[in-house]
């Protein structure tokens, strides 16, 4: 599973910023299409939503899916063998 | 999203301003109705005027959006008319505590079965902020530019008086308690009353120091005390800090209901 902000729908107020524990998500700094800043994610296949979601069936944390206003945070299925950003750390 | 099956897809993004709690109540109660296991075609929402009262536009299923302040008589009106339908009214501070006093304490006396959500945001967001009967004393508003110097409403407490079966209170921070407490109140037979304090960063935070959404999610969180804690701070006699209000289950209990399925 993969985290996704629904850019569409996102009007920046960073609820989720507030929220998740693992501090996935950021306050951005750019503006987007619609003219809003959106949070950007932090690394987010360290969610434990992520991870572990169809293992378990159930959802796991989801505190930033409930308290979005916006209805703009989802978990979306990966496509198989879907590019990822690594970063190495030396 | 939560319960994707029961949002209007199509009409999303919905107006609420940015940062709004409107919209986590939406999902808390969908999250509840979901839980419940109702179908769509036996739920009916109901709401009055307002910005909280904007929400079952934004929900797949029968609605009525009705006169200010009279959600809880047309509700009233479902209910007794078909039995089956399980009813949820969505109200503000404004229409509920305001407007639609009476009928509040009215429904409350009679125990309909049916649960109330109401989003207090301590003001009227829609107008333009004027004050409501819920604004905190010394709370700036565009109609009590001096400060609010009147005590505000305490609206769990009105419906504990008035014989509510099922009182709960929650802030839109508490989402887990939340949707807990609306399936809670949507299983107890007879009123279920649960209060929500909202932010509003944009009629009420921006005149009272509060813009940011984060300081007035924190606001409310720090200004949230559990009613345990509370009872036992006041049965000890210790000071309970100014600006507190409790929250968690109020009151459940089991008068004699008004319009139960059998």
Known sequence: MKLVIDESRCKGCNLCVLVCPYGIFQEGTELNSRGIVTPVLDRPERCTNCRLQALYGRMLCGVCHIICPDQAIAWVEEKPFEPHKVEVEF | ?262
């Not at chain 2, 508003?141 to 504990?160: H, K, M, N, Q, R």
């Open chain 2, 1 to 262: 999203m939560i319960a994707p099956d029961w949002f209007r897809e199509d009409r999303l993004p919905h107006i609420y301003c940015t940062g709004c709690g409107n919209g986590t109540v939406i999902n808390c109660t969908l999250g509840a109705v979901e839980e419940m296991g109702w179908k769509r075609e036996e739920t009916v929402f109901v709401s009055g005027i307002g910005c909280s009262s904007r929400a079952p536009g934004y929900i797949l299923t029968d609605s009525l959006h009705t006169t200010h302040g009279r959600a809880l008589a047309f509700a009233t009106g479902v209910k007794m008319a078909r039995p089956d339908l399980n009813v949820v009214v969505f109200t503000g501070d404004g229409d509920l505590a305001a407007i639609g006093g009476n009928h509040f304490i009215h429904a409350c006396r009679r125990n309909v079965d049916m649960t109330v959500v109401c989003m207090n945001n301590h003001i009227y967001g829609m107008t333009g902020g004027q004050g409501s009967p819920t604004t905190p004393p010394g709370a700036i508003s565009t109609t009590t530019p001096y400060g609010a110097s009147e005590p505000a409403f305490d609206l769990a407490e009105l419906a504990v008086a008035a014989g509510a079966n099922y009182v709960a209170r929650w802030t839109s921070y508490h989402v887990k308690e939340l949707t807990k407490a609306v399936a809670a109140g949507m299983q107890t037979p007879g009123l279920a009353f649960i209060e929500v304090r909202t932010q509003c960063p944009t009629n009420y935070g921006r005149h009272n120091k509060l813009r940011r959404v984060s300081d007035m999610i924190e606001h409310l969180r720090s200004h949230a005390m559990l009613v345990d804690k509370y009872n036992r701070l006041t049965a000890e006699g210790k000071p309970v800090p100014d600006g507190t209000f409790t929250v968690g289950e109020l009151v459940r209990r089991n008068r004699p209901a008004m319009g139960v399925k059998s």
